[in-house]
């Protein structure tokens, strides 16, 4: 996992690291087993707010994952998203899965 | 196949913002062209037209430029692993015939790994017969590429600096023995890129019997000091081919989909807000990738869906030799596809799990040639009738030679001899028939035109349309190559 994210061969030293951004990356954050349980994870902990209203979900899952509340155009998509998508906690779980993969949850500003 | 004016290869990695500081706000531009250029170079790799320089931070693995036009687009390297006899093999040596059960003398007896089982001089228990136009001598173990010789090229004067497995296999892979230098794999695809983005550029396929791997592992096919993007790909010998290429059951094509779609609406509103931030577009654009790659490495890898005649042709029916006949016609349909180098491991490990052959050398060769034989013959026959020969470089070497002497044993086998070793390449540009170098005449050691593994590294970049002393990558305070600072190419394989 850490390899595919430029982990350096730990047989050599290295003055700097490399910084790409390919494929295969995201297929680990698509399809690894270990996404897949910290995103069911996540979405067990939002389980209880969206029982109550997605809408609050979706905020706790903002504030959670980003440090900020989601404007109204990602609150929008999330609600959309989270109603078209079936039983409740394998859409929460598909949902927090799509906030792991996010640029802004990639990226330190 | 490239006739393009000669270009600078890039070194890639300069950071974002010194990228991003050059490059000013032409950057979505930039990204788009780019990102065209990969579609395109697939359907005519003639027509690009895009500097390497600036689609290269976006994809490392962008198709590039080669320094000048190239004989050959793809490699596939079938390494014997544990060392092939040169004597019992492609080295045919009748004065090794005549001096049969005398005494090698002066011989160093810790050449090779066992000094207490030195044994004389021992013909090899194969018969060789004549083939083809080129007249070459070929071992009665390879009925099956004996019919191809005209087709290959022979080195037999190929040495290595060391007698033992993993530094004989890291020097013939990184031109190092120590480990931690980056492969030929990862130099090609370092300097070439890849023709088809939705598959991985560098593939490793080692034995599937559960024979193990070649000795020091991964590091084989590592990108040492390269960045790791350039590593090669092994598939699993079980379960997923390639890791985290299969979605996860509790999700349907159709949700992952919305899943993406929904991702890609959000980065693009979080884009939106930050429209100089190149590695996010790249980003984006790297999960349409993946998705696509879901669907095309099983497509390629599929070999069941090859008609009746392609797999009989192959040996996928014969048990003997049906598992590196699924690698070698995986192999095919991978370089098909545009992947840039393949390398399949025959044998596993070490000793009777390769062509490692302590014990019994006759047993140990009749078996391996069997495994392999038919198998690299078919894929032989496959490229050459569709018309993928030509474009792709077909590699037989292992990691040195054996002894021509008898290592004593119930069955007499043959020790590590790193002074001599013939390889065979086919197709690329290369003259098929020909024998270069020469050992001495009982196949001891390389004697006429020496090639080092400088050299042979320096040919397969030739035929790559690369200068080896100009492919180079900045680590540790210098420029580094895969040659080091040797290597010439062996011209006299070349058509």
């Not at chain 1, 982990?7 to 910084?19: E, N």
């Not at chain 1, 706790?60 to 409740?88: H, I, K």
């Not at chain 2, 001096?99 to 030195?118: I, M, P, R, W």
Request: aromatic fraction near 8%; proline fraction near 5%; hydrophobic fraction near 40%.
């Amino acid at each position: 996992m850490m390899m595919l994210f430029d982990w350096p061969d730990s047989l050599q030293g290295l003055g700097q690291r490399s910084s790409t951004t390919v494929a295969p990356q995201a297929l680990a954050l698509l399809n690894h087993p270990q996404v897949q349980a910290y995103a069911a994870a996540f979405a067990k902990r939002l389980l209880p707010a969206a029982k109550e209203s997605l809408e609050v979900a979706v905020k706790q899952a903002y504030r959670t994952a980003l440090c900020r509340p989601p404007d109204a155009v990602e609150l929008a998509d999330a609600l959309e998203y989270l109603r078209g998508s079936g039983e409740l906690e394998p859409a929460l779980a598909s949902f927090c899965q799509a906030l792991f993969a996010l640029n802004e949850f990639i990226y330190v500003e | 196949m490239w006739n393009e004016p000669r270009m600078k290869l890039n070194p890639a990695y300069s950071s974002r913002r010194d990228f991003l500081q050059r490059t000013g706000c032409g950057f979505g531009l930039t990204a788009l062209s780019a990102m065209l250029a990969d579609q395109r170079v697939l359907a005519a790799p003639a027509s690009v037209a895009v500097s390497p320089s600036f689609a290269a931070p976006l994809n490392p693995l962008s198709p590039k430029m080669p320094h000048f036009a190239a004989r050959a687009r793809s490699v596939i390297w079938l390494f014997m692993n544990g060392g092939q006899s040169q004597v019992d093999t492609w080295d045919y040596k009748p004065g090794l015939a005549k001096a049969d059960g005398q005494e090698l003398k002066g011989f160093d007896k810790n050449t090779g790994f066992f000094s207490n089982d030195v044994g004389p001089l021992m013909k090899s228990p194969f018969k060789f017969a004549r083939q083809g136009q080129s007249g070459t001598w070929v071992s009665e173990i390879f009925p099956g590429l004996a019919q191809h010789v005209d087709d290959m090229a022979f080195i037999h004067s190929c040495f290595t600096a060391t007698n033992n497995h993993s530094p004989a296999l890291f020097e013939v892979n990184t031109g190092m023995s120590r480990m931690g230098f980056p492969c030929v794999g990862s130099w090609v695809t370092y300097g070439l890129g890849t023709l088809n983005q939705n598959l991985p550029a560098f593939v490793v396929m080692y034995d599937t019997l559960g024979r193990g791997l070649p000795k020091g592992n991964a590091s084989n096919w590592g990108s040492g000091f390269l960045p790791g993007v350039y590593q090669g790909t092994a598939l699993n010998h079980q379960g997923q081919p390639i890791n985290n290429m299969e979605r996860s059951a509790s999700l349907s094509a159709a949700q992952q989909r919305a899943q993406l779609d929904l991702l890609r609406k959000l980065n693009q509103h979080h884009l939106a807000h930050n429209p100089a931030e190149t590695e996010l577009a790249a980003r984006i654009e790297s999960f349409e990738l993946a998705y696509r790659m879901q669907t095309a490495a099983p497509e390629a890898l599929s070999v069941d869906a090859e008609p009746e005649n392609i797999k009989e042709l192959y040996g996928l029916n014969d048990k003997r030799c049906a598992h590196v006949a699924r690698q070698c016609l995986t192999a095919r349909r991978l370089v098909e596809r545009g992947v840039r180098f393949v390398q399949i491991y025959s044998g596993g490990m070490e000793n009777e799990r390769s062509w490692d052959g302590h014990k019994d050398i006759e047993g140990n060769h009749r078996q391996f040639a069997g495994e392999t034989d038919r198998p690299i013959a078919a894929l032989l026959t496959d490229l050459k009738q569709r018309g993928l020969l030509d474009s792709t470089l077909v590699i037989c070497a292992g990691e040195f030679g054996r002894l021509p002497i008898s290592q004593k044993g119930a069955k007499p086998g043959r020790d590590h001899n790193p002074h001599a070793f013939t390889a065979w390449f086919a197709g690329g540009g290369t003259k098929g028939g020909t024998h270069y170098g020469e050992t001495d005449e009982i196949g001891h050691k390389a004697a006429v035109n020496k090639v080092s593994i400088n050299d042979l590294h320096a040919t397969i970049l030739h035929v790559l349309g690369m200068n080896h002393e100009q492919l180079t990558y900045f680590y540790n305070g210098r420029n580094f190559r895969l040659t080091d600072v040797a290597g010439e190419v062996v011209r006299g394989i070349l058509a």
